[in-house]
């Protein structure tokens, strides 16, 4: 089970993130000081570190460059309310393998946690990130989805519940897991928002793949 830091000095923001990843089947820690998660980050054992920039303490450009310039190249996905391409580049070019401006969806935060721990472990083996079951393809890298080797549109939250479930096979996910790990926030119990996103789901790549569990949820097959 991968275990990620995440250095988040807003609780609104660290809620989120850490309630759709523990849902997702993550382990996190949270640090809300920069000094503190530089020193963690040093002597952790941590597969990714989500890091946002404006932190108390040390900023999170700072912590990147000193975990960089100590050998230590652990994926660091960056947070941030700045959007200016300057603060972009200078992120990227100091050592961030990604980076998310405030505010976003869960489902993209997710795609690029599983991207990079995909890279991270793969060891630069391309095919770890793409899902293929019987005429159904899907690359994580580029975002494609095929059937029958015809591309096929979904939209990001199509994209991630797919993905989801792809990686999950003949095992059973209730509503509300698929809550937590495709929208990574509670919605209403009565809410048939998963319902109608599998629904679009079949429209697009059949109806084959993905059956309903009277009772218990969705499995994919």
Do not use: C
């Not at 019987?134 to 029958?148: A, F, I, P, Q």
């Amino acid at each position: 089970m991968s275990h990620i830091l995440i250095v988040e000095d807003d609780p609104r923001i660290s809620s989120f993130i850490i309630k759709g990843l523990k849902s997702a089947g993550y382990t996190t820690t949270l640090q809300e000081d920069g000094k503190v998660a530089h020193a963690m980050a040093q002597v952790g054992d941590y597969d990714l570190i989500v890091l946002d920039i404006g932190l108390p303490g040390m900023d999170g450009f700072t912590v990147m460059q000193k975990l960089r310039a100590a050998g230590i190249n652990t994926p660091i996905i960056m947070l941030t309310a700045r959007d200016s391409v300057s603060d972009t580049v200078q992120g990227l070019e100091n050592g961030a393998n990604d980076y998310m401006t405030k505010p976003f969806q869960f489902a993209e935060l997710l795609a690029r946690v599983r991207l990079r721990l995909n890279d991270q472990n793969s060891a630069g083996d391309g095919s770890a990130s793409v899902l293929v079951f019987d005429e159904l393809s899907l690359d994580v890298r580029t975002r494609e989805v095929s059937v029958n080797g015809r591309a096929t549109e979904l939209t990001s939250r199509e994209f991630a519940l797919l993905e989801t479930l792809m990686r999950h096979p003949k095992q059973v996910l209730s509503r509300e897991q698929l809550l937590g790990m495709v929208w990574g926030m509670d919605f209403d119990p009565n809410s048939n928002i998963v319902d109608v996103y599998i629904r679009a789901l079949r429209k697009k790549i059949g109806d084959k793949h993905i059956s309903t569990v009277r009772g218990a949820g969705y499995r994919f097959a």
